[in-house]
């Protein structure tokens, strides 16, 4: 969406909620600390996968403050060896912190990974899960998930991470150029971020999974 719409953001909170997924609405990015505060209690065990959005929202430094037991894959000096115990251990964190690549106004969450440590625990082991997106993340349907990952996420995400992709130096999935293409077409760089393609629709666990949408434009 590249327009705040409240009735598209209303809307796709209604379909979440029926999906068992509970939303939230903030205004603004500094709105979103607060309320993170209401849905974590100090000392709880908690996690996150990459985001900029986190990272835009100050929720990073909220997660590194103290307050909590951070399981922390990037501190210095730590090993790959070690890296790999963080993400097993993620699957017990009382809460587990990320974004979606793209929510649909049906009530989807549309998510794509490399490495599939988010993906994996959007899905199961944490006790909750907390997607933080601004109101850009929001998407018609999967169709327009595919292309969002593919135009406006997947991208500049290979740039930030130093990846050797095709959609690093040209801007947009290689599949692109194919018009019967599938989902899950792309190129075959071992520096690949788009291996496994999830959509999370009506979940058993009520309100396990929370979505806090921002009024602004976050992330990739």
Known sequence: M??????????????????NIKPFFVEKKEDVLPLIRTLVNEGDTVSN????????????????????????????????????DVYRETYKADVYFASSNAVTESGYLYNVDGNSNRVSAILYGPKSV????????????????????KQKAAPPNTVRLN???????????????????????????????????????WQRHIDRIKVIFVGEKLGY
Request: charged content about 35%.
């Open 130 to 149: 907390v997607l933080v997106c601004g109101y850009n993340k929001i998407v018609k349907n999967i169709e327009e998930a595919e292309l969002r990952v």
């Open 49 to 84: 996968g990459g985001s900029v959005t986190l990272k835009e929202c100050g929720v990073m430094d909220e997660l590194k403050s103290g307050r909590y037991n951070y399981l922390d894959r990037s501190r210095e000096g730590i090993t790959r060896e070690e890296v790999e």
């Open 2 to 19: 590249d327009v705040l719409d409240m009735k598209i953001v209303e809307k796709t909170m209604e379909n979440l909620r029926k999906n």
């Open 163 to 201: 990846c050797d992709t095709y959609c690093a130096k040209a801007g947009e999935c290689v599949s692109l150029k194919n018009s019967d293409r599938e989902m899950c077409d792309g190129c075959h760089s071992p520096a690949r971020i788009c291996c496994n393609f999830v959509i999370s629709a």
